[in-house]
């Protein structure tokens, strides 16, 4: 049996991000430049049923039984073998590898699942769809996010922008069209930050002071609104001013740090019509908006104020 292999991008949210997790709309996209890949390998050698894993990113290799209860990976070829209902799958290896850095707001551990998923389906012989896709990927967020919004899973499992909008009778997934292309440019300040952390604090700060968080939350849902309506309309010279205004916000709720900052600023020095951080923050990537002529400076002044990587890339 030949191998079977699918990759997924990475991705950024653009608007919205932790206020998502309250029922407030967000917008995310998909980063090409930066993706997770999974080959499967039939193994007729090893005895049936037998799954390794390996990931040489991350130095793992070992197999599937062996992996703890709660191990994403794990989680992921379970949530597939039962999506298909196949209990004794054929010996098998499953590798994967990633650009995309952990932990650092680009969609690392969804963009993995996603990849296995299809692959692993595919191995099986079944093409699964983006949503069903999304949903088998969802499960697995939970471990790595513990009350994840769904976002992450549904922008790279549809692999376009999207605006999503949490909903306990099903989420609210629209794909809408981008009037003018426009560029970002991508800043990773080095420091990896768990999103579950963050996710935590910022419940911990609700629930301290719900009015108060819960202002910024629906102050952020106006900005992600207001968001889609200049990207629909093409209003690009507007995003600017709501991405720092989104940033100012998730500043308020502690989210930022000194090396997100030096970069927010350091991007908008150099020219950006704006910038902000993505993610679950305290660390990870910032975004800034730039045009065919800030992009060079921007990225120069990113690495001059510590960015250890840059990425560019256009939204269409
Ligand atoms: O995976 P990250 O770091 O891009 O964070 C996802 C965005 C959050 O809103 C912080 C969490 C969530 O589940 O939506």
């Known amino acids: 049996m030949p191998a079977i292999s699918a990759t997924a ?6 608007f919205g991000e932790h206020a998502v997790v309250y029922g407030q709309p967000a917008i995310a996209a998909p980063v090409a430049q930066v993706r997770a890949r999974a080959v499967i390998m039939a193994e007729p050698r090893f005895p049936a049923g037998s799954l390794r894993i390996q990931a040489p990113d991350i130095g793992v290799e070992t197999w599937f039984a062996d992996l703890p209860e709660d191990d ?7 949530q597939v073998l039962a999506k298909i209902g196949i209990e004794d799958p054929p010996a098998l290896t499953v590798r994967v590898t990633s650009s995309i850095p952990v932990a650092a707001g680009l969609g690392s551990g969804a963009a993995v699942s996603i990849a296995v998923i299809r692959a692993l389906a595919g191995f099986l012989g079944r093409r699964l769809r983006d949503e069903e896709v999304c949903s088998l990927a969802f499960e697995v967020e939970k471990i790595h996010h513990g009350t994840p919004s769904g976002i992450d899973n549904t922008v790279i499992a549809y692999a376009r922008p999207v605006y999503f909008k949490r909903k306990q009778d099903g989420n609210l997934i ?12 991508i800043g990773d300040t080095g420091v990896r930050a768990p999103t579950l952390n963050t996710v935590g604090d910022v419940r911990a700060a609700w629930l301290a002071d719900p009015e108060r ?3 910024f939350f629906e102050q952020i849902g106006a900005l992600v609104r207001s968001a889609r309506q200049a990207i629909e309309s093409g209003a690009i010279e507007s995003l600017g001013s709501l991405m720092n205004k989104n940033h100012a916000l ?8 000194i090396e997100l900052e030096r970069l927010v600023a350091a991007a908008r020095q150099a020219g950006a019509l704006g910038a902000k951080l993505s993610g679950g923050g ?3 990537n910032m975004i800034a908006l730039v045009s065919a002529e ?16 840059t990425i560019v890339t256009t939204i269409q």
């Open 72 to 78: 994403p990976l794990g989680v992921a070829i379970k």
């Open 294 to 309: 800030t992009v060079e400076p921007v990225c120069q002044a990113l690495r001059a104020a510590g960015a250890s990587n």
């Open 213 to 215: 968080v819960g202002s």
């Open 174 to 185: 629209e794909m809408f069209p981008v009037a003018s292309p426009f560029t970002l440019a």
């Open 250 to 257: 998730l500043a308020e709720l502690d989210v930022s740090s």
């Open 9 to 14: 991008p990475g991705k950024v949210i653009l």
């Open 282 to 284: 305290r660390g990870g």
